[in-house]
């Protein structure tokens, strides 16, 4: 079972190896039948044009290479088609440096974008790039339309906004001397489910004794100006409207804003679209609760400054917002109460280049929100490319203020950027193939929210330069059946071969293939390539650096001998099978050196006279003889003493040598040993084994053995690693001080546990004298004690004597 697994694991291993070899070479991948083809397979690809370039049985494709290859395979560098693109600047304007107060310029005439034109030339594979700076300029024109929801809920809301105009002037003159206002309102589609359950709510669709204007879907009060009191006077005279629903249709507004931009009188300066709401929105696809079911087409629909297609086309999508607010350089700022803050959050993170500020209850707030929302667009920029040809790849690179360096995404954009900042973007522009047929295509580049934009135009290199050289219907091409350019033949339609010498329909009969076989043999082209109009074109390899070639492809140049797993041990090249050796190597598998520098020995002598040098290496007269050039003789006499000192230095750090061991002694592998027995000897290895004994100036014996091994290249010392040492006469009295002091410190350790023992003797019998006096003795008599005395009284004890 493992090993299976084992030659599954191996043949995935040359798979795997050989897709990466093949995904490698893409020129040799491309098949490319003329130059053209081969330069759009990859930027490392190149053409040979050379007419004797191809060998016996090589096919057209193989002109095409990587250049090294080429080369090896004698190419000249003159010889080769190898393109490059190139950049070319058309328009090259410096960005303006331009101070508040200083002479006023037209917008047209600002600069904050660097380069605006310029040409690029692309070759497949080979990346184009350029630098594209971006200084924020001071004082910019500004324009500012503000959109306001007037449903009913926002009454309030408009009586601040009365006296915006004049106020908004103000503050912003402290950022720019050319700003400009405008104002419009929008309520709901003015169809029936939206507005009111009856006609006649059209009129007055509020309540009670309230004063309402009729309901509407969008109106462009004021066109922009820079007239402050104009804006204050038009605004005062607006009134509230109401509508059925919450959701407000502010999307048929902000997408006529956009794209009216003659009714609304956009200039080419900042943009800033203010929408002021206290309400949600409907978006496409609502418009089917009123009927309506046709997509919002995008486009203006102004009449007398009111949007007159609510009722016929539905809500813009969000995404249809995005395209028309980018397309038109708008930067919107979204108003609202703090009760609708999640929802227009999420929908900034759909429109680029917007912002959300918190509207209070009154719209008291709303200047210092859009002046903290200008401040917060301004200070980002964000690059955005148009649409791209198919086959063209495109990547950025940022580098931001404090060094800041981004890549891919992040690489489109710059945060924190102040008025005066300069920034810097590099931009790689790639194309693969050939798109468009080489076509020119234009692509646009340009900071959302920005008017200015780079134009780019692209042009491909799709043929060689030797192209243009081309012969049509040349007689090199058998009797004009193809274009001879670039050193090969291009057929015609329903021509093959090298010189377009066969029709397609008959590339193969029994009399061509006849010619495709060797000495008259069964195998076509010898099972290794394709019999074409009677000629061999050889098979590719995976490897691109392995190739047939031959009348019949019998050839090639990876099935020599190798050594050292390599193809002739790396001296010399494989041609036809059989190695060809570089100079002073000689074998089938130029494993042979013919250098006898590496047999001389230090005496000048080859092999010190005891060998022969063979392929360069020394082959000694007797096995005794070891070591590259013989040197080393294992039993003859002083083998042991010509080592001694190197082995008493490596491994006890003593002797003559101990202070240039390291120098000196280095050109033997040392290993110890715990004992005598475990040292090698002659009959356990296949080499030659000295063993040897040693003194030191200490007269102690040291052991050893030394060999060297079967490749004459390692020689091995094994040494015990304890040094033998007798006792003599002048250790005697060491010896005696020694035992003389171990029975004095036995005396004292004896003397010492007597006198504890005495101490603790004491202590014990004081203690049983403590408690003998403390003793209390119960005096109580013993009931089966009899006493052993028995007393009688004389029963004539105490009478007086009878009288005689």
Not at 474 to 486: I, R
Not at 684 to 702: G, I, L, Q, R
Request: with cysteine.
């Amino acid at each position: 079972m493992d090993l299976k697994l084992l030659l599954i694991a191996a043949l995935l291993g040359v798979f795997c190896c050989g897709n990466a070899q093949k995904e490698g070479n893409e020129c040799i991948n491309a098949n490319a039948k003329y130059c053209g083809e081969c330069i759009q397979a990859g930027a490392k690809c190149g053409w040979c044009k050379d007419p004797n370039f191809l060998k016996q049985g090589e096919t057209v494709s193989t002109r095409c290479d990587e250049l090294p290859s080429l080369i090896r395979r004698g190419c000249a560098d003159a010889m080769i088609e190898n393109p490059h693109g190139e950049q070319k600047p058309l328009k090259n304007k410096m960005v303006t440096h331009r101070r508040k107060g200083a002479e006023k310029l037209k917008p047209e005439d600002i600069t904050q974008i660097q380069p605006q034109k310029l040409s690029l030339t692309l070759r497949s594979g080979e990346p184009q790039s350029f630098n594209l700076k971006f200084k924020r300029a001071e004082d910019y024109p500004i324009d500012l339309y503000y959109l306001m929801d007037l449903s009913y809920s926002m009454k309030d809301d408009l009586e601040n906004v009365k006296n915006l105009g004049t106020s908004l002037m103000l503050e912003m003159s402290k950022i720019t001397s050319d700003f400009r206002i405008g104002f419009g309102s929008f309520v709901e589609k003015t169809v029936m489910p939206y507005i009111s359950t009856t006609p006649a709510k059209l009129l007055n669709p509020c309540t009670g004794d309230q004063n309402c204007t009729s309901p509407f879907s969008y109106k462009n009060i004021l066109k922009l100006t820079s007239d402050g009191k104009k804006f204050n006077n038009l605004v005062g005279q607006q009134h509230i409207s109401g509508n059925l629903d919450s959701p407000e249709g502010g999307f048929d507004a902000i997408m006529q804003v956009a794209v009216c931009g003659d009714h609304i009188g956009w200039r080419n300066v900042t943009r800033l679209l203010v929408f002021s709401t206290d309400a949600g929105f409907h978006f496409a696809g609502d418009g089917k609760l009123g009927g309506i079911v046709l997509p919002n087409d995008g486009k203006c629909h102004l009449e007398n400054n009111a949007y007159t297609m609510s009722h016929y086309y539905d809500y813009p999508s969000i995404a249809h917002l995005v395209q028309k607010l980018s397309d038109n350089n708008i930067q919107t700022i979204f108003a609202v109460t703090e009760e609708f803050q999640p929802v227009y959050q999420e929908l900034k993170n759909l429109i680029p280049k917007s912002a959300v500020g918190t509207l209070s209850a009154n719209s008291s707030n709303v200047i210092n929100l859009i002046i903290d929302a200008y401040n917060s667009l301004s200070s980002e920029v964000i690059l955005e490319n148009s649409k791209l040809p198919e086959g063209v790849t495109i990547a950025y690179t940022s580098r931001c203020k404090n060094g800041v360096v981004s890549e891919g995404e992040s690489g489109r954009r710059c945060s924190n950027i102040s008025i005066g900042d300069e920034v810097m973007f590099s931009i790689s522009v790639t194309s693969k193939g050939c798109p468009k047929q080489g076509k020119p295509e234009t692509i646009k580049i340009k900071p959302l929210g920005f008017t200015e934009e780079v134009v780019i135009i692209l042009n491909f290199i799709c043929e060689c330069e030797c192209n243009k050289d081309g012969i049509n219907n040349s007689l090199l091409c058998h009797f004009g059946n193809g274009t001879y350019e670039c050193g090969a033949c291009k057929c015609n339609e329903g021509r093959v071969g090298r010189q377009c010498e066969c029709s397609s329909n008959v590339v193969a009969t029994e009399d061509m293939d006849r010619t495709c076989r060797k000495d008259n043999g069964t195998d076509i082209c010898s099972n290794n390539g394709d019999c074409v109009c009677g000629t061999c074109e050889c098979k590719k390899r995976i490897n691109p650096e392995e190739r047939y070639r031959g009348l019949h492809c019998e050839c090639d140049n990876f099935n020599c001998d190798r050594s050292g797993n390599k193809l002739c041990g790396g001296h010399g090249r494989c041609e036809c099978r059989v190695c060809v050796c570089d100079p002073m190597w000689n074998g089938s598998a130029c494993d042979c050196s013919l250098d006898n520098g590496t047999c001389m020995a230090s005496n000048n002598q080859i092999c010190n006279g005891r060998g022969a040098c063979e392929c360069g290496n020394c082959k000694c007269n007797d096995s005794k003889f070891k070591g590259p050039t013989c040197e080393t003789c294992l039993t003859c006499p002083g083998i042991c003493i010509e080592h001694k000192e190197c082995v008493q230095c490596r491994a006890f750090g003593t002797g003559e040598k101990k202070d240039t061991c390291e120098r000196d002694c280095s050109y033997f592998n040392l290993i110890k040993v715990k004992a005598r027995d475990k040292l090698p000897q002659s009959n356990d290895t296949s080499y030659p084994v000295m063993d040897c004994k040693e003194m030191d100036a200490n007269d102690c014996w040291f052991y050893y053995t030394y060999a060297v091994n079967n490749n004459n290249t390692e020689k091995e010392v094994h040494v015990v690693d304890l040094l033998d040492c007798p006792a003599g006469p002048d250790m005697i009295p060491i010896v005696a001080g020694v035992v003389a002091g171990i029975v004095l410190i036995g005396l004292a350790l004896l003397l010492i546990w007597k006198l504890l023992m005495i101490i603790h003797d004491r202590r014990e019998f004081a203690k049983f004298e403590k408690e003998k006096l403390n003793a209390k003795w119960d005096t109580q008599d013993n009931p089966i004690y009899k006493s052993p005395v028995n007393q009688f009284q004389n029963p004539q004890y105490g009478r007086k004597a009878d009288a005689l």
